[in-house]
């Protein structure tokens, strides 16, 4: 196969690889965050994901210098006790013609003990603890939004934020749920790796229901 008909193909798989995956935390009780790159609809294989490499150096808001240590699909780091919020746009490389690059920006948090955000694109509880969550993008809620739950046994169910950008959580029973939300922003961006004419915002928080 030719360089020329070769390029066209790697673009095409790195932009559903790219998509397909996000960036995760999960906490349990004042213990280390773990922080997971993969499909959290699925169940992780043993070792982590395939992409887990391309998960190099996620930044917390919080305890930045805190050290990672990487562990069998995911990154452990020791944080005080709160909720947590990392982001990362250099998980995968910019894809797509030099005159129309795309790339991909994640934000994950864990925990629903604010009723704040303080990412680009996060999804924050509307009270401290409450099951009623607001997706947030530079600061404003975003109406008619789709956003998917993930439930402890991996059932998941698509919602839509309503016209103040909030949306209840179907909570099934105890366990750890998983909030996804993502938005394409067509005016692009700067990110660590460069510029791009298009930027994709993949948002995630994780709560535990007792």
């Known amino acids: 196969m030719k360089i020329r008909h070769l390029a066209p193909l790697l673009f095409a798989i790195a932009a559903p690889a790219a998509q397909a995956h996000e960036v995760w935390i999960e906490r349990d009780g004042i213990g280390p965050a773990r922080i997971y790159l993969g499909e959290p609809a699925e169940v992780l294989p043993e070792g982590g994901d395939p992409e887990f490499g391309n998960l190099k150096a996620p930044r917390l808001l919080s305890s930045a210098t805190a050290a990672q240590v990487r562990k069998a699909g995911y990154i452990e780091v020791a944080v005080p006790p709160g909720d947590v919020r990392a982001h990362d746009d250099a998980v995968f490389a910019p894809w797509g013609p030099d005159d129309r690059k795309e790339g991909i920006a994640y934000f ?42 993930i439930s402890p046994d991996k059932w998941t169910k698509a919602l839509k934020t309503d016209a103040q950008g909030t949306f209840a959580v179907p909570v099934r029973g105890k366990g750890r749920y998983i909030l996804t939300a993502s938005h394409k922003d067509d005016a692009g961006g700067t990110t660590s790796l ?10 995630t928080t994780t709560f535990t229901a007792d």
């Open 108 to 149: 994950a948090r864990a925990g629903r003990s604010e009723a704040r955000s303080a990412l680009p694109f996060e999804i924050a509880p509307v009270s401290p603890g409450g099951d009623r969550f607001v997706l947030v993008r530079d600061g404003k809620p975003v109406a008619n939004a789709e956003v998917t739950a």
């Open 194 to 203: 460069g510029k791009v004419a298009v930027l994709h915002r993949i948002a």
